[in-house]
Every structure is written in structure tokens, then in C-alpha cells.
Nanobody, 123 residues
Framework: QVQLVESGGGLVQAGGSLRLSCAAS????????MGWFRQAPGKEREFVST???????YYTDSVKGRFTISRDNAKNTVYLQMNSLKPEDTAVYYC?????????????????WGQGTQVTVSS
């Protein structure tokens, strides 16, 4: 069992920045791939970004060049730096854990999820 706790969400104006953090329990954090997903009201949960066990990263097209994912294995934490935020980035953001190797984008491949943190971008 892995417990995940997200933080760092909030209300920001368009063009602003936020950094989300996700702290994981357990002693095998470095063996996990980590992902960020988001869900806007009335929409399905969508993939945002992932970083795998070797540090390879992948982003959905709509956030490329604006968001940066990183991880600190010593702190059991994954981050999502979000710059140049847009109103369409408004959603609840979730972090998740996968034991799969490689770049994993499907929500069904992630075994554990955090409770989510709200990000609201005003125009």
C-alpha cells in the first residue's frame, strides 16, 4: 500500500505559476513510476505528465513547454512545476504511482492515487 498526499494547488491568475508536490509513503519510491493526471468538471480524468524510474519524462501536448515534472527520491516526492497557466488548466490534479516500466499514460496502469488538489486559473 502506498499513500500519496498532494499539495500546492490554489487560485492563480492566467499567466501565473504553481508548483504541485506529491509525497509518497514507503521505502521503495525510486522503484515507482509517477504520474500526474487532472480532471475538470464534467470531463474524464486525463493524463498530464509522467516520470519513470530512470527519470525519463513525458508530457501531454497541451502542457509541453509550460509544465515540468521532477522527482526527489531522497524525499519520496514528485513535483509538477506549472508555468504560464491558462484557464483551461483548471482542474483537480492527482498524482499516482505505477510499478510498470517505461512511459505510462493510461490511468488504469496506476495502482495508487492521491486525493487530489484543486488548481483554479482565473482569466
Amino acid at each position: 500500500q502506498v499513500q500519496l498526499v498532494e499539495s500546492g494547488g490554489g487560485l492563480v491568475q492566467a499567466g501565473g505559476s504553481l508548483r504541485l508536490s506529491c509525497a509518497a509513503s514507503g521505502r521503495t519510491f525510486s522503484s515507482y513510476g509517477m504520474g500526474w493526471f487532472r480532471q475538470a468538471p464534467g470531463k474524464e480524468r486525463e493524463f498530464v505528465s509522467t516520470i519513470n524510474q530512470t527519470g525519463s519524462k513525458y508530457y501531454t501536448d497541451s502542457v509541453k513547454g509550460r509544465f515540468t515534472i521532477s522527482r526527489d527520491n531522497a524525499k519520496n516526492t514528485v513535483y509538477l512545476q506549472m508555468n504560464s497557466l491558462k484557464p483551461e488548466d483548471t482542474a483537480v490534479y492527482y498524482c499516482a504511482v505505477t510499478r510498470s516500466l517505461g512511459i505510462v499514460r493510461l490511468p488504469t496502469s496506476y495502482a495508487y492515487w492521491g486525493q487530489g488538489t484543486q488548481v483554479t486559473v482565473s482569466s
